[in-house]
Structure formats: C-alpha cells, structure tokens
C-alpha cells in the first residue's frame, strides 16, 4: 500500500488555468506538507498542516491555497498559473509537530505550465 | 536562518569504491537530519534520520554522522553498487513548532559498473 499518494502524477496546462493537486496519507500521521522542487532540483517548504490546521506558509503567493479537509488529506489549489510555477510538487507527512521524526514523501505531481 | 549545502554536487566513482556525501549546515539548533535518496523522476526515499542527540545512524552499508558543533553531516557509502546511483539530499529540521526541513543542494551520484 502507498503510505502517501499524489494524484495526478503529471499536469500539463495554459497560463492562467485553476488547478488543483491532491494528497492521501495512510499511515495516520497528523502533519502534512507540500514542497516545490523547482528545474534545478531544489526543494523547499510551501505549506505545512498539523490537524486539518495551518502551521506554515512560506511567503507563498496567495494564489496558491492548501486546504486540508481532514488530518489524511491535505490538497492544493492553484489559481491563474504562471510559467513560473512550472515544478515538481511533492506532498510529505510526519508523525506530528512533538515528535520530529521521518517525513515520507509522496511521488510528486510534474506540473507544466504552457 | 538555516542553510544547508552539499559537496560534492556530483560524483562518479567505480562500482565497490567506498565514499562520502558532504552536507553542512549553518545554525547547529537543529532539531534532526534526514538523508534522502532521489531517483530520476521519483519521489524521495528517506535513508537515515539522525536526532539532535545522536551522533551516528546505520542501515546496511549506509552510515550517517552528525556533528553539531561543526555544522556537518556525512553520508558514508560502504562498496557502492550500481543501484546506488542517484540523487543524495540531506535535510535538517530547524526545530520548533513547525517540523520542516531544510534542503541541501544534492549530490548527484554515479557509480560506474
């Protein structure tokens, strides 16, 4: 069984377009996150959830939204996509906020933006 | 505020070498650090995590150090494999009620058969 899942996997879309990007943990953990890893392979912190409740956000442009209808389920919106935004994203989960331990990752979802 | 590098960026050695990843950080109020491990156009595989208090991990022929006073981390390859072959990150949590972590830069790791 996949403990964190991404769907869709690949994204191909126009400039301007509302998109959104899901994630699914199944190993009960209470923190969730989402990282963009941009052309040159760097990763770095979006967003992070712990309980349905944000905890980070990383001077992200609003017209991105996570939204986390419950603690195994942390999903992201993107509004008017730019060229820019073009990267990979990936979804984590930890156990939670008090004891810091592995963080798994999901597969990533490969946005292109036209 | 934390920043985390990784040297070499890339590297080839022949397959049964033994090596070492380099990864430094710059503020020593770090909470862990994790190793990862990047296949091309795959997800990150998590090898080691090392707690604050801890100053080796070991899983197989992998071994990860941390020194905290000094700002590093090794990575140590025993006999590399060419299914060794990938992408090495290195993360630190910075600690606090947040839990992220930090990215190095990534070493890019081929090892030759």
């Known amino acids: 069984d996949t403990a964190v899942s991404q769907t869709p996997k690949y994204l191909v879309t126009q400039m301007g377009n509302d998109k959104s990007i899901k994630c699914e943990q199944n190993l009960g953990h209470d923190t969730m996150y989402w990282y963009k890893q941009d052309s040159k392979k760097f990763l770095k912190i979006m967003f992070s959830?712990?309980?349905?409740?944000?905890?980070i956000n990383e001077t992200v442009p609003n017209r991105f939204s996570p939204k986390s209808p419950d603690k195994a389920h942390l999903n992201l919106h993107i509004n008017s996509l730019e060229l820019g935004d073009s990267a990979v994203y990936f979804c984590?989960?930890?156990?939670?906020?008090?004891?810091?331990?592995?963080?798994?990752f999901g597969p990533g979802t490969r946005l292109l933006v036209l | 505020k934390q920043e985390v590098t990784q040297i070499p960026a890339a590297l080839s050695v022949p397959e049964g070498e033994n090596l070492v990843l380099n990864c430094s950080f710059t503020?020593?109020?770090?909470?862990?650090l994790q190793w990862f491990r990047q296949d091309p156009g795959k997800g990150l595989t998590s090898l080691l995590l090392i707690q604050s208090s801890q100053r080796e991990q070991t899983s197989g022929r992998l071994n990860a150090s941390l020194d905290k006073s000094s700002g590093r981390s090794t990575l140590y390859i025993a006999a590399s494999q060419p299914g060794d072959s990938a992408t090495y990150l290195c993360a630190g949590a910075p600690g606090g009620a947040t839990n992220k972590l930090i990215f190095g830069t990534g070493t890019l790791l081929a090892v030759q058969p």
């Open positions: 984590a989960s930890n156990r939670d906020l008090q004891r810091q331990g592995t963080q798994y």
């Open positions: 959830y712990n309980n349905k409740e944000l905890i």
């Open positions: 503020d020593s109020a770090i909470y862990n």
